[in-house]
């Protein structure tokens, strides 16, 4: 029984309470991250539903989506996309398309790409 209070406390120092107090942060803090994903989803989930009801083509969201995965240099470990506020954003991209292809603007709603155009224009 002393070796394991020995133990302990080479293991947790002299002050437990401090470990304690690091490690439920640290359950606290991923948490809070699983959180913000899917919060992450649901705005995607509400801007392409929205993107088709003001009459605007839903799959441009899943263009957007792929000019993130451009700027990306590569993907996240396992560990990254732990600790990541923001899911995978291959994973953004499987689920907008899904919601994209079965909305009623899909592929036949505006994409305005001549304002679009006129508009990047007058950029510096």
Known sequence: MDGARIAVGLLL????????????NIFSTTGFLAYSRANEFEADRLGTSYTSLAGYDPEGMVELL??????????????????????????????????AAGLPMAGVGERNAARYAGMKARLP
């Not at 120092?13 to 439920?24: D, H, R, S, T, V």
Request: avoid cysteine; aromatic fraction near 6%.
């Open 13 to 24: 120092g002299e002050n437990p309470k401090e470990y304690q107090m690091l490690i439920a």
């Open 66 to 99: 792929g000019k993130f995965i451009d700027t990306e240099s590569r993907e996240p470990s396992k560990l990254e996309g732990w600790l990541s506020t923001h899911p995978p954003t291959r994973d953004r991209i499987g689920k907008v398309d899904v919601l």
